[in-house]
């Protein structure tokens, strides 16, 4: 047995296993014994992961590009919506319509902050605008749930109810094609922050279809179902604010 351990010699770098662990001999040179770092080769590739998101300058830029595009192509559209309904409103001073207005106002507003973070290819900006779109579909909520409550206290029967339809079908087409740009671009280009700013101009092209419904009741003569539907629309909103804080918050986590 003795003859048999002298008569093996390892080669240089010969790597033999004694019970659980790989053993290297010391003539080899600078050695590592595996099960102690077992996870070194996965910790560097988890590194490497990263290194597209900097080292594509190109495609930041093509991607900026295509994030100001749709914003800009969504904020043309809905500030002729607004226009439109504005002067709707001069001529028949329906207070549905104006909170239809405040929320088409709004949806342009956050424009602004998504813009900034494409112009600035910036992740954290982008998260940000996320966060203020968010904010800007709760108020929507709000405005209308408000707006509605108020009409259950105070009932007021709108006038020049189709023009009043009219202005609703504008807000309505306005949005949605603008919701469609969003979230398709939003959707390209892995960005939460457009994504949920697609859905807040759905939520408010849902508004919009709530003026064309309080139209149509008022002109059949059940107006107290006016703030009704105002108040399911309302409902309808906050859970797109649900959702789109998910969607906003979910990315996050990713990263």
């Given at each position: 047995?003795?003859?048999?351990?002298?008569?093996?010699?390892?080669?240089?770098?010969?790597r033999?296993?004694?019970?659980d662990?790989?053993?290297?001999?010391?003539?080899?040179?600078?050695?590592?014994?595996?099960?102690?770092?077992?996870?070194?080769?996965?910790?560097?590739h988890?590194?490497g992961?990263?290194?597209?998101?900097?080292?594509?300058?190109d495609?930041?830029?093509?991607?900026?590009?295509?994030?100001?595009?749709?914003?800009?192509?969504?904020?043309?559209?809905?500030?002729?919506?607004?226009?439109?309904?504005?002067?709707?409103?001069?001529?028949?001073?329906?207070?549905?319509?104006?909170?239809?207005?405040?929320?088409?106002?709004?949806d342009a507003?956050?424009?602004?902050?998504?813009?900034?973070?494409?112009?600035?290819?910036?992740?954290?900006?982008?998260?940000?605008?996320?966060?203020?779109?968010?904010?800007?579909?709760?108020?929507?909520?709000?405005?209308a749930?408000?707006?509605?409550?108020?009409?259950?206290?105070?009932?007021?029967?709108?006038?020049?109810?189709?023009?009043?339809?009219?202005?609703?079908?504008?807000g309505?087409?306005?949005?949605?094609?603008?919701?469609?740009?969003?979230?398709?671009a939003?959707?390209?280009?892995?960005?939460?922050?457009l994504?949920?700013?697609g859905?807040?101009?759905?939520?408010?092209?849902?508004?919009?279809?709530?003026?064309?419904?309080?139209?149509?009741?008022?002109?059949?003569?059940?107006?107290?179902?006016?703030?009704?539907i105002?108040?399911?629309?309302?409902?309808?909103?906050?859970?797109?604010?649900w959702d789109?804080?998910?969607?906003v918050?979910?990315?996050d986590?990713?990263?």
């Amino acid at each position: 047995m003795t003859g048999n351990a002298l008569s093996y010699q390892p080669l240089a770098g010969d790597r033999h296993r004694h019970g659980d662990s790989v053993h290297e001999h010391p003539h080899a040179g600078p050695h590592v014994h595996q099960p102690e770092h077992p996870h070194d080769h996965g910790h560097d590739h988890h590194h490497g992961d990263h290194g597209h998101s900097h080292g594509l300058v190109d495609e930041s830029i093509k991607r900026s590009r295509e994030g100001l595009k749709a914003v800009g192509l969504s904020l043309v559209v809905l500030a002729i919506t607004a226009l439109a309904q504005t002067a709707i409103f001069i001529a028949s001073g329906s207070v549905a319509l104006l909170a239809d207005l405040i929320h088409n106002f709004g949806d342009a507003g956050t424009a602004i902050p998504l813009g900034a973070a494409f112009l600035l290819r910036s992740a954290r900006a982008e998260r940000i605008a996320g966060l203020f779109v968010v904010a800007a579909i709760f108020i929507s909520a709000c405005v209308a749930g408000v707006e509605a409550i108020s009409r259950l206290i105070h009932p007021q029967t709108p006038t020049h109810l189709i023009a009043l339809a009219g202005a609703g079908l504008i807000g309505f087409g306005g949005n949605w094609i603008a919701a469609v740009i969003r979230t398709r671009a939003g959707n390209r280009l892995d960005s939460p922050a457009l994504i949920a700013d697609g859905n807040h101009a759905r939520a408010d092209s849902y508004v919009s279809l709530a003026v064309i419904a309080s139209a149509v009741v008022v002109a059949i003569g059940v107006p107290v179902a006016d703030p009704l539907i105002g108040l399911a629309i309302t409902a309808v909103i906050l859970k797109i604010t649900w959702d789109s804080w998910r969607t906003v918050r979910g990315h996050d986590h990713h990263h």
